[in-house]
């Protein structure tokens, strides 16, 4: 059960609650950003699951400038000092297939720690084609919702992946509104690897002035909830060990 944070307080829950691997972001909201040095050694203090952390310099679509990459690998190398796990990226090109020249000084720059290729998959044109190139890449896994808005409707493609990913030694992992509720349907699809925040609102106490700082809901932060990583975590354990 990975579970992806952009705060200390989430990680700690998302720890406490069981997760096997924590995706360190910022700004989740945006869909996830490179995190700072700072939050990955403070993590670390706590944390002894393995840490992967984001590689993505900004919101948007995944079709990068030269000095974008050339920011995203100076970025990569400052976080492989501060002992991280692995990362997660993904780059695609005009035409939405794998931008294969940046991923490979991605994984060449990250080695030999392990890189996850981000939910850019779901953009592109041919996933088949795309899961045999990343494997071929060197991606240890690709993060994926079926290339719908959420893993349960992209269920009948991350089947598939699943199934072809056996051939090509890569790991497929479903991510996007997996819950509680929807968990035990994503499992029948043969994935052993899972992605959710377990994400509960959290109300924020502000100052007097009640002043506005960027946050998306003024009054509310998205937290990761120690008990909802938890009943993922039990659902997954049981499920796996009855099949």
């Known amino acids: 059960m990975e579970?992806?944070?952009?705060?200390?307080?989430s990680a700690k829950n998302a720890v406490e609650g069981g997760a096997t691997r924590l995706e360190v972001c910022s700004a989740l909201s945006k869909g996830g950003l490179t995190p700072t040095p700072g939050v990955i050694k403070q993590i670390r203090t706590f944390a002894r699951i393995p840490l992967?952390?984001?590689?993505?310099?900004?919101?948007?679509?995944?079709?990068y400038t030269d000095e974008?990459?050339?920011?995203?690998?100076?970025?990569?190398m400052i976080l492989k000092d501060h002992c991280v796990d692995g990362f997660v990226f993904g780059a695609l090109t005009l035409d939405y297939e794998i931008d294969i020249v940046i991923c490979k000084k991605i994984i060449s720059a990250a080695c030999p720690l392990p890189?996850?290729?981000?939910?850019?998959?779901?953009l592109t044109t041919d996933p088949f084609k795309s899961l045999e190139i990343l494997a071929n890449l060197g991606f240890k896994r690709i993060l994926t919702s079926g290339q719908k808005s959420t893993a349960v409707e992209g269920l009948k493609l991350i089947k598939t992946l699943v199934q072809k990913s056996y051939n090509y030694g890569i790991i497929i992992?479903?991510?996007?509104?997996?819950t509680k509720n929807n968990i035990s349907?994503?499992?029948e699809s043969g994935a052993k690897e899972?992605?959710?925040?377990a994400k509960q609102k959290k109300r924020v106490i502000h100052d007097i002035k009640s002043i506005k700082m960027g946050i998306d809901e003024e009054n509310f932060?998205?937290?990761?909830d120690k008990e909802l990583v938890k009943e993922l975590v039990t659902v997954i354990k049981t499920q796996c060990i009855d099949s």
């Not at 992992?173 to 997996?178: D, E, F």
């Not at 899972?194 to 925040?197: D, G, M």
């Not at 932060?221 to 990761?224: D, G, K, L, Q, R």
């Open 3 to 9: 579970i992806c944070v952009d705060s200390l307080e």
């Open 185 to 187: 349907k994503i499992i």
């Open 52 to 63: 992967y952390a984001m590689i993505r310099i900004r919101d948007g679509n995944f079709v």
């Open 68 to 76: 974008e990459k050339d920011a995203m690998l100076h970025d990569l």
């Open 194 to 197: 899972f992605h959710a925040s």
């Open 115 to 122: 890189v996850t290729f981000n939910r850019a998959f779901d």
């Open 173 to 178: 992992m479903p991510g996007a509104g997996i």
């Open 221 to 224: 932060v998205n937290i990761t």
